[in-house]
């Protein structure tokens, strides 16, 4: 199934070249093989229609307008376009997904009003959620409660499983490598071929992307025999990270790790530069661009996690239709993440009796999500144990080149864990 999926992907994208863009202000595209733009985010008209039969309801929430929106916007392109390819060829099992947005604006409570609306008003089955932790945690009883199956990127291990009991949550799910592995993975890179014993982050304690991060990083470097020299902190309303930036130069570390969302880094970085550190800094799969178009010092000795090599295959193609429809001039890999939670969820129901009861997709997530093809290549299959990609998937370590763009340099897994 997934090889006759990335096959027809392939014979839209030549389709898709020729017409994208060419109906950006419209509620739907008036080519099969032109992408919805993500201006029509928060609409409530869905998206595409391949027959008439019944249409099966999903929601998607992202950050479209708030301080992720640099990853939200291109993640919610990947789920319409995604869901568009579903509908091109067939809805699953002749029923096209009707497709309601809605934006959290990186708010908790905000974000609990979208999931709300989606499932009380309109009546969607199941949720695509944002690549953000801090909504996505509100949702976990809000989900068990109302059987609603929800597949995001939501990388903290909080939002998918029980810290107390370490039981999986039933109706959380992730596409991605989990922020603990994505930072164990950064951290051995680090000391194994870096030659790094002694570190410092500088994080925000009020975003739990980023807690998710320090904490295992940490706990790697610490149990491998490095030093962390310093763990400097600050807050949402911060805008400027100089002291905790200056105080960090004066230990000389030799590696800095950031781990927040794309703004944060950027500010993070240019402060750690200007306060004169010249040695490593480690960077989240938030250091992929626009992070190179945003900072104003020089990139050098940087290299952070990076889900997919953006610069062939599948992805690549799905990046040029992405950014010829939305007048993007850089690749961000926040399209193929929406791309690939959407088919996670889209093989689950092609296998349900029922693709709108909720409690018989959920059940097929946990325990036949199996070599699922990502839009980068990789394969998701979900551990039962944990909802989350088992640790074969793997990431990229990258850097910028000479010319500012990601050089992809290995891929790696890591099956280092917590004492």
């Known amino acids: 199934m997934m090889k006759k999926m990335i096959a027809l992907l392939l014979a839209l994208v030549m389709l898709a070249a020729l017409f994208a863009g060419c109906a950006k202000d419209e509620e739907k595209p008036t080519d099969p093989s032109t992408p919805t733009s993500s201006s ?6 869905p998206t595409g229609e391949p027959e008439n039969k019944e249409p099966i309801k999903i929601g998607c929430i992202q950050d479209t307008s708030g301080g992720a929106s640099l990853a939200g916007q291109p993640n919610e392109w990947g789920v319409k376009y995604a869901v568009q390819w579903i509908n ?36 969607v089955s199941a ?48 596409a991605e490598p989990s922020c603990s592995v994505q930072s164990y993975i950064l951290a051995e890179y680090a000391m194994n071929e870096l030659g790094v014993t002694s570190v410092a982050t500088l994080y925000n304690t009020s975003n739990a992307y980023a807690v998710a991060h320090e904490i295992p990083f940490v706990d790697y470097i610490t149990s491998n025999g490095g030093e962390v020299l310093a763990e400097e902190t600050f807050g949402w309303s911060d805008t400027d990270y100089t002291a905790q930036a200056q105080k960090i130069a004066a230990l000389n570390p030799d590696a800095v790790l950031l781990c927040d969302y794309c703004n944060q880094m950027v500010t993070a970085y240019d402060n750690l530069r200007d306060a004169g550190y010249t040695g490593i800094i480690l960077g989240a799969n938030t250091m992929y661009p626009p992070f190179n178009t945003l900072v104003k010092n020089d990139i050098y ?24 429809d939305t007048g993007t001039d850089y690749p961000t890999s926040n399209v193929g993440f929406g791309w690939d939670a959407t088919m996670v969820l889209y093989n689950a129901m092609l296998k349900a009796t029922d693709p709108t009861n909720g409690e018989e997709v959920r059940d097929i997530l946990e325990n036949q999500t199996t070599d699922i093809q990502s839009i980068g290549g990789e394969l998701i299959t979900i551990d039962p144990a944990t909802h989350r990609p088992t640790r074969s998937m793997g990431m990229y370590i990258a850097t910028y080149d000479d010319n500012d763009a990601v050089d992809c340099i290995v891929r790696m897994t890591s099956d280092y864990k917590a004492n």
Request: glycine content about 8%; charged content about 20%; some cysteine.
């Open 40 to 45: 029509n985010s928060g609409n409530n008209d």
């Open 88 to 123: 091109d060829n067939g809805g699953i099992n002749g029923r096209p997904i009707e497709l309601y947005t809605r934006d959290c604006q990186n708010d908790a409570e905000v974000g609990v009003t979208c999931y709300r609306e989606l499932v009380d008003e309109i009546g």
């Open 127 to 174: 949720i695509i959620g944002p690549p953000l932790s801090n909504p996505a945690s509100a949702w976990v009883e809000l989900a068990t409660e109302d059987k609603i199956p929800i597949v995001g990127h939501f990388m903290d291990e909080l939002c998918t499983t029980d810290p107390e009991t370490g039981d999986p949550y039933p109706y959380m799910f992730l």
């Open 301 to 324: 000795n940087c290299y952070f996690v990076q889900n997919y090599d953006l610069t062939s295959g599948d992805i690549a193609n799905l990046l040029d239709i992405q950014m010829k």
